[in-house]
């Protein structure tokens, strides 16, 4: 099946896997199939489940981010370079509606949900499509660490992102 977009998909219909969105590194793809699947759960979920749905997705997209931050600190980037930001505000906000929730706010967090539906296909086709290329070109091995063209490393450190910060 070949999908030209991860879109359309209802405010009130979770995002679907697709094509679309896979960015040709096992690793990487593996991780966003799991993102997608986490959101779905947290869409459909029951009120009196929403929240533990929500915590866990907030679990995997720590470990999803601090990988990607990782990677990108083992092959160049400066640590304030804008994807990684964007990374720690996604976190921050996703933080805030848990709190809400807690507090009784439960429309909060499935706003926010249908908005990450939203926003994670642009970032995957983005910033993380431009990071998968940029590893695939040093010869970056995610298991190991391993580079294996450390030449193709830029000299100075990257602050830009292929992404909506316009670098
Ligand atoms: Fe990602
Ligand atoms: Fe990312």
Not at 3 to 28: K, N
Not at 72 to 79: E, K, S
Not at 143 to 167: F, K, M, N, V
């Amino acid at each position: 099946m070949t999908a030209t977009t991860a879109l359309p998909h209802t405010l009130d219909t979770p995002l679907q896997w697709s094509d679309a969105l896979a960015l040709d590194m096992p690793v990487m793809d593996e991780t966003h199939q799991e993102f997608v699947a986490l959101l779905a759960e947290v869409v459909q979920a029951a009120d009196d489940a929403l929240l533990p749905h929500w915590s866990a997705l907030i679990a995997h997209t720590q470990d999803h981010f601090d990988r990607e931050d990782q990677w990108m600190l083992a092959t160049g980037f400066a640590a304030g370079n804008c994807h990684a930001t964007q990374h720690k505000v996604i976190l921050q906000v996703m933080r805030e509606g848990e709190a809400r929730g807690h507090a009784g706010d439960l429309p909060v967090v499935r706003q926010m949900a249908r908005e990450l539906g939203l926003w994670f296909p642009q970032h995957a086709q983005s910033m993380d499509a431009s990071l998968a290329l940029h590893l695939r070109s040093a010869g970056y091995d995610p298991h190991t660490g391993a580079l294996g063209q450390p030449e193709r490393l830029p000299a100075q450190a990257i602050h830009g992102c292929g992404g909506s910060c316009g670098d």
